[in-house]
Each structure stands twice: as C-alpha cells, then as structure tokens.
C-alpha cells in the first residue's frame, strides 16, 4: 500500500488553509485507491494548532486537524517543539500523536511514503 504525507510546515493562511483541505480529499479517496494517509505539523503550522484567535483560517484548520484524527488519520507533530512551546499535553489530549520529526522524515524516506509539503 502507498503512503501519502500531508507536511504542513508554512503558517501562513494560504498553506495551512490549502494543506488540511488537500489532506481531507485525500482521506476521502484513500481506501478505495489503496493509499495509506498521514500527517505531520511542524513548524509555523504546529503553533498554529496552538494558536489563539479570530481568524477564521485558524480556526478552519483545527476543527479540519480535529477531524482528521476523529477520522482515524495519523496526525502527528514535533516531541521537540511541543516540549518547548509547553503544548504537550493539549496536544496529546486532541488525539495528535507526538513524536521526534527527524524519526518521522526518516521513516517516511525508509518506507518510500510521497511527501507533499504545504
């Protein structure tokens, strides 16, 4: 079975708008065309899951990164980062596995997974 990535990396509204969107269609047609389907935050687009505001963007990607998970999508971010920012545990709690990103782009290249940045 091939392995899509969804990276979401940029912060900016366009990426992180265009990267959950991307991620969400592919989950609709992974079963049936055989792909498996992961994502990881890191970056711009971790802190976003942690960001505060009035932006409708943001707030259109968590509940998209929130819908993912409910899905049963793999989503992950960076051990280091949410160490450092303090979001550990509010990540953990929204069903966002953490782990070390050079573990995951290692993994990724091991098991010839297609890696879309946005």
Do not use: W
């Not at 991307?22 to 989950?27: Q, S």
């Not at 051990?79 to 993994?107: C, K, M, P, W, Y």
Request: net charge negative; charged share 20%.
């Amino acid at each position: 079975m091939a392995t899509s990535v969804i990276h979401l990396f940029h912060g900016d509204e366009d990426s992180l708008s265009a990267g959950s969107h991307v991620a969400e269609r592919i989950r609709q047609v992974a079963a049936e065309q055989g792909v498996t389907l992961e994502v990881f935050c890191f970056g711009p687009a971790q802190k976003a899951l942690s960001a505060a505001g009035d932006s409708v963007v943001l707030r259109e990607y968590n509940q998209q990164i929130d819908e993912l998970v409910e899905a049963g999508i793999p989503v992950g971010a960076c051990l280091n980062a949410a160490h450092a920012a303090g979001t550990e545990e509010s990540l953990t709690a929204r069903g966002i596995t953490l782990q070390f990103a050079r573990d995951a782009f290692v993994r990724y290249a091991l098991d010839g997974a297609t890696v879309l940045t946005f």
